[in-house]
Each structure stands twice: as structure tokens, then as C-alpha cells.
């Protein structure tokens, strides 16, 4: 017989969103169980990218010292390259300190970090190489919690299985959320026209201390994006969607010669990649799900809205995500009077900022990816070109947008802790 356990709020999903809704919940007072699928965080190319919205965050939950102690680096202004030279896009370098640039941070440092503050609250439980398969269901038809296998760290061998009751299951589980489909909630897909190939290629030792600006490279239909990262370049390879068998029979010499041709001053290190086995190829997907809940179950960040890597924000939406879920949900939870119309005002406080973003990411896709992939932006006037090079202040907007995005939320004054307070004593 499958083992039953219960908890009050059980979150699917060990990624930002999860495990910062568990920290939140945890410091309210709420009994709280992450379940991860992997036995640990360490997954390459997955977003690393801390905008100023989460930085705040970190600092208003007494965590921003310990933060920033993690190995990190810091990204430049946003620009374009014209033909007249280049033009700055966003110009994080205008906003106010100490909120002026994006950290690149391995997310399994991220993670880990955030996980060692939530176990200082006794609420708090993660459960690694644990995947939820299924909902629960009461006998009313509400979703009363998960059924889980787990499985042994070495081997992957299955180990058990059961079911771990629930007041409220969460999911955090991701743009191919189990517990979405699950639920039968299916999301509206946008169209997408291109897919990512990230890979990483070294930084010499005279370029780790240049703070690099981040500007594409366009080179007939290849478009090539580099993150600096402190000792490498995190490079993305963008093109048409269902390429990748293709660029694969092409082989890695093509490869390589695609990458030199966009950034000829990295050519002497296309040995480093090895094959094309060192390519993650990123299907590149943009959706919404239009109801974020049912009785019981509440979805959000990737599980409820997957965003395309354009500004990469992601991560942070994910986050501001169980911001404000802590703040809605936590009260009820603690009281026992949790009601769908708390899940529901959730959703609402969260779907404005969500479908801004979005209509800004298929605006950029319009604008840029589109024409860039089919040749025509090269050497191509652009309205936005010319505003950003005319404009002075204009450069600002856009750096807000990325850094904040609209309606940035705050720590819920349950978990705020004093701005200096160490990381073993958040």
C-alpha cells in the first residue's frame, strides 16, 4: 500500500519559484513540502539571470549580503548594432544604484543559497529525487494534494511511491508542467519563429574584469547573443525553429565556422567545442494557461505562463509570481479558511505584469528575431534604432522594464528580516 503523509501546502518543483514560495510560506508559519524530481540543482543553461526586482527582494528578506557573496557577474547595457556604428537599447548604468545591473549567477548557487535560508525556518521541508506524477483528488472533486515515486540519488531506480495530502498543492513544475496537464489546463501557445542553442566558450584572463556590453550579432540568417560570465561567455546561437536536426547532420566544423564568422575575436577557442553534443538546444516557447487554479491547486511561473528568453526574465516573473502568492495565500492557510477566491486573486494580481511582458517579448520577436531570420534586419531602418539614438533618455525605459517589469512586488511583511542579517542567521 502507497504511503500517505500530509502537510498543509505541498509546492512541485524545486526552481525559483518554488523554492522562494516555500521560504516565504515557511516564515509565515506554514508547514511547507517542496518536492524536486532531481536529486540535486546541478542542470547547465538553465536561467541565471537576477534582475534589480529580485535583488530588492533578496535585501528586504535580509538575505542580499549572502547573496551578493555568491560567485556572480555582472551584465552591461543592452545594445544594437547598426550601421552606423551601435546603439544602446537599455541602459541599465541609469538606474539608481544599488538596483543597476542584472547578476548572472549559476541558478544551483541561487538555489542552494535559498534553500539554507528556508531550512532556518522549522516549517520548512524539501524532498529531492521526489516526483509528483499525479493529483489527488477528495471525495468533493478538489485537489487534495500529489501522488509521488521517488527514487534512489545513484541509480535512478525507483524507490516508492505515495501520496502526500495537501490544504493546497502548488505547481512550480515548469513550462511542461505534469500537474498542469494533470489538471487539464492547456495552454495558448503563441507562435514562436526561433529556437536557442546555448554553449560556452572560456574568457582569457585579460577579459574577466571587462564588463561586457551584450549585443547580438547578425550575420546573414545567424544571430549569436554572448552573457559574460565571469570565466567563460555563455553563448546563444539563434535560428528558425526546427533547425536543430539540421545544424546537427551539418556537423560541429559548420558549427564552429558559423560561431567565428558572428564573433571572429573568440575564433582561436573553437576547439572548445568539442561536439555537437555540447550544444542544449532550448525549444522556444511562449504560453498562458487563462485560469490559473481550481480547488486546491494553484499554478504559477512556467507551470502557468512560459516565457521566451528575450530580456530573460523569466526567472524574476517566476518569483514575483510566489511574491504574491505568499502574500495572498498564507493568512488563509494558516486560519484554515483558504478559498479558490484566494488562488484566484492571485492570478489576478499577476496577469497584468504577465501579459505586458509577453505582448513586449513577441514586440522584440516582431522587431528583431523575425526580420533577423530571415535576412532583412541587417542594414534595415528601424523606428526603435532611431528613437534609442535620438532620444537621450530613452535607454532608461527599457532597463526598467527588464530590471522591475510592471507591478515588481515586495517581501510580505511576515518574512521581512533586518537588511544586514547574515545568511546563517536569515
Known sequence: MDKVESTTCVVVGGGPAGVMLGLLLARAGVEVTVLEKHADFLRDFRGDTVHPSTIRLLDELGLGEGFRALPQSKLGNFKLPTGGGEVTLAAFDRLKPPYDYVAMVPQWDLLNFLVDAAQQAPHFTLRMNTEATDLVYDDGGKVAGVAYRTRDAASGAETGTGELRATLTVACDG???????????????????????????????????????????????????????????????????????????????????????LRPD?????????????????????????????????????????????????????????????????????????????????????????????????????????????????????????????????????????????????????????????????
Do not use: C
Not at 214 to 229: A, C, H, Q, Y
Not at 356 to 383: D, H, K, Y
Open 175 to 261: 513550462r511542461s508542467s505534469v500537474l498542469r496537464q494533470k489538471a487539464g489546463l492547456v495552454p495558448h501557445e503563441f507562435p514562436v519563429p526561433f529556437d536557442t542553442w546555448w554553449f560556452r566558450l572560456s574568457r582569457r584572463a585579460d577579459e574577466q574584469e571587462q564588463l561586457a556590453s551584450i549585443m547580438p550579432r547578425f550575420s546573414g540568417k545567424d544571430v549569436l547573443l554572448s552573457l559574460t560570465r565571469k570565466d567563460f561567455y555563455q553563448i546563444a546561437y539563434i535560428a528558425e525553429k526546427g533547425k536543430d536536426a539540421q545544424l546537427r547532420a551539418e556537423g560541429v566544423q559548420s558549427f564552429r565556422a558559423r560561431v567565428a564568422r
Open 266 to 426: 573568440l575564433a582561436d577557442r573553437m576547439d572548445e567545442i568539442r561536439s555537437m553534443d555540447d550544444l542544449h538546444m532550448l525549444d522556444v516557447k511562449l504560453n498562458r494557461i487563462k485560469q490559473w487554479h481550481k480547488p486546491g491547486l494553484l499554478l504559477i511561473g512556467d507551470a502557468a505562463h512560459a516565457m521566451s528568453p528575450a530580456g530573460g526574465v523569466g526567472i524574476n516573473l517566476a518569483i514575483q509570481d510566489a511574491v504574491a502568492a505568499a502574500q495572498r495565500i498564507a493568512r488563509p492557510l494558516l486560519q484554515g479558511t483558504l478559498e479558490e477566491a484566494d488562488l484566484a486573486s492571485v492570478q489576478k494580481r499577476r496577469w497584468f505584469p504577465t501579459v505586458v511582458i509577453q505582448n513586449v517579448q513577441l514586440l522584440i520577436q516582431n522587431a528583431v528575431f523575425g526580420p533577423a531570420l530571415s535576412g532583412r534586419l541587417v542594414g534595415r531602418p528601424s523606428p526603435l534604432v532611431f528613437v534609442a539614438r535620438h532620444v537621450p533618455w530613452f535607454g532608461k525605459l527599457p532597463a526598467l522594464m527588464i530590471a522591475f517589469g510592471p507591478r515588481p512586488e515586495h517581501a510580505p511583511d511576515f518574512a521581512r528580516r533586518k537588511a544586514a542579517a547574515s545568511r546563517d542567521a536569515a
